[in-house]
């Protein structure tokens, strides 16, 4: 939230303007409905008071107290870089009413037969009237060989409502396709208009969803502007107060999947789930079973599960549609392909641990991983428990760039920038009791609930446990705990721990095995897979190199060796080189000089 009238908005509130002093209807905290919560917008500040129930401050308290400024351990990597060199904000469209009256009232003439055919779906004029709904051959400047549904989503502001957002959808026969409007904003459908007052709130997927809902009496419904792909921070938020959330997704693998990942990130103590069959949405059932039918259907929700528990049968039918969709997950790729040869997919839920002596690399192929999957769009966490975020955000510009840390300038920076906008990567670092594994497990359900965050690195071990009397003992809580979260929330927990001192019998170039992870017996036990990052030590030729980093007694060439990996195909050992002043990884292989020569070394 960025101003007052962000928050005022969200809440779909009505305010009236005297002056400098802006009323609103509603008190967030005593609920007086008088206007009697003012706001004075003169100042930058935004000082507020309600002149009810004393409650007084200014916009940064009042986020405070509503619980909407956004998790301070998680920053966005991209937004750290921009703090260096800031962009000029792309200005999002927005259109008024009037706007969509002419493509509205062509559809109420039938034009392209796009009222028909709305009707053929279940949908009464009334309905169609409500939401605006459109006829056109226009979208995103290019004209459409055939005609479209045209779906406004309104959004209540200051001066009353702006359509905010608009999406495309092709009107049979036509094969079935959707766009959206280019730089508009992503509200939620019909948000303007619900009740936020109220004590539950239908959630569904899809705009004729949400239509079909409203039209056969569940009025206070809202639908998402992304279908079952993913969830906005802002709409979390925009359902706090809500407490009870009815989840009407679609029947089919994709929406049981969004279904079953909301009530984690909404509350699985508020969230009901609506039965709808396997393969249909709201607007089937209106068709073929008419309103009422659908009205009832969603009044006969089902709690959530019972948490840990799920019937065999049920496991079997789940993924059975899956496998037959092709939908069902198959884990995330490592960095590299021997990396997944050795090691096998990551799949959700798992806690994957990393181990290797100091300055092997093993952090810098972490953040490189992390890095990688996020550019897949899969939002990831990296937290260091031994680094700012800025010390992080360095690395990260290094690494992309391909630049060393003296030749850093700001335009590299904005290079980085350009190419980390808009990707889902998150650094954090502790801000309170960083000994205290619970903290850090209670930032990591901020960071999932707000930012849909499913990848976690922790750096490292010690920093969760240094504190506690009995380390061992707190190791083996932190780790036990870590994997239980990823369990519970179909996450994947990726664990820095680093070996033990080996014996001198075992020599400078002894390689480490899982059992000489420092700590707890229990860590890789806890553990569905790890690795450790080997990189051979080479004895000190002269008095200078005892005083020198020592990383310049190691190979360059560094081997990724498995130590527990469930779903491998064999093949134990990667070489990989690490380019030392770029902090990145790349892959060795047998053609690569610098490989044969360490293997003839």
């Known amino acids: 939230m960025k101003n007052i009238h962000e928050i005022i908005t969200s809440h779909g509130l009505k305010t009236r303007q005297e002056r400098n002093e802006l009323l609103i209807e509603r008190c967030f905290f005593c609920d007086n409905r008088n206007y009697k919560f003012s706001v004075n917008t003169a100042e930058e500040s935004q000082p507020w008071q309600c002149f009810v129930c004393g409650e007084k401050g200014n916009f940064i308290t009042l986020c405070r107290k509503l619980n909407l400024t956004e998790v301070p351990e998680a920053l966005r990597v991209g ?28 559809l109420l003439a039938d034009k392209d037969n796009a009222l028909t055919e709305l009707k053929k779906r279940g949908f009464s004029e009334e309905t169609i009237r409500k939401f605006g709904v459109g006829v056109t051959r226009e979208h995103n400047g290019k004209t459409s060989f055939s005609p479209l549904w045209l779906i406004p989503y309104y959004t209540q502001g200051i001066f009353g409502q702006s359509i905010t957002c608009i999406k495309y959808r092709t009107i049979p026969p036509a094969e079935k396709k959707m766009w959206r409007e280019k730089d508009m904003d992503s509200p939620l459908f019909n948000a303007q208009a619900i009740d936020y007052g109220a004590e539950q709130v239908v959630l569904c997927e899809g705009e004729f969803d949400a239509m ?31 407490k009870t959330i009815i989840l009407c997704y679609d029947g089919d693998t994709a929406g049981q999947s969004a279904t079953r990942d909301l009530i984690r990130r909404l509350g699985e103590d508020r969230c009901y789930t609506v039965p709808i069959p396997s393969g249909q949405d709201a607007n089937d059932i209106l068709q073929n079973h008419g309103e009422q039918f659908l009205f009832d259907l969603v009044n006969n929700t089902v709690t959530s599960p019972v948490e840990g528990v799920d019937q065999v049968s049920t496991v079997i039918e789940r993924d059975m549609a899956d496998l037959m969709s092709g939908d069902k997950p198959e884990g995330l790729d490592w960095l590299f392909p021997s990396m997944v040869k050795s090691l096998g997919k990551v799949e959700e839920g798992s806690l994957w641990v990393v181990s290797g002596r100091r300055g092997v690399g093993k952090t810098t192929l972490i953040k490189q991983q992390m890095l990688s999957w996020a550019k897949q769009e899969v939002p990831c966490l990296f937290f260091c428990g031994e680094m700012t975020t800025s010390q992080v955000t360095r690395w990260y510009v290094q690494s992309i760039t391909g630049t060393s840390k003296e030749a850093l300038t700001p335009e590299i920076y904005a290079e980085a920038y350009r190419q980390l906008k808009g990707v889902p990567l998150f650094t954090a670092y502790p801000t309170r009791n960083s000994g205290d594994v619970d903290n850090v497990i209670e930032m990591f359900d901020q960071a999932y609930k707000h930012y849909g965050v499913k990848v976690f690195a922790v750096d490292n071990l010690m920093t969760l446990t240094g504190t506690a009397r009995d380390v061992y003992g707190e190791q083996g809580r932190a780790v036990s705990k870590l994997k239980d979260w990823a369990v519970y929330n179909h996450t994947i927990v990726v664990l820095i721990a680093h070996p033990r001192k080996l014996s001198a019998d075992r020599g400078p170039r002894g390689i480490e095995t899982a059992e000489d992870i420092a700590g707890s017996a229990m860590i890789m036990n806890y553990a569905d897979g790890g690795f ?70």
């Not at 750290?80 to 009037?98: D, G, H, M, Y």
């Not at 279908?227 to 107060?241: C, I, R, T, Y």
């Open 532 to 601: 450790l990052v080997y990189r051979e030590m080479t004895a000190p030729q002269t008095s200078d190199d005892l005083h020198n980093e020592h990383e310049s007694l190691q190979s360059m060439l560094t081997y990724m060796i498995a130590l527990k990996a469930r779903e491998s195909e064999g093949g134990s050992m990667t070489p990989l080189f690490l380019q030392g002043q770029f902090r990145r990884f790349v892959e060795a292989t047998p053609a690569d000089d610098r490989f044969s020569e360490f293997e003839q070394g």
């Open 212 to 242: 079909s809902l409203w039209q056969c009496g569940h009025r206070n419904v809202v639908s998402t502007s992304t279908g079952a792909k993913g969830f906005k921070p802002e709409w979390v938020q925009a359902l706090s107060d809500f």
């Open 79 to 106: 937004d750290q870089i921009q703090a260096i060199e800031p962009e000029e904000p792309v200005q999002l469209k927005t259109f008024s009413r009037e706007w969509a009256e002419i493509p509205h009232n062509d």
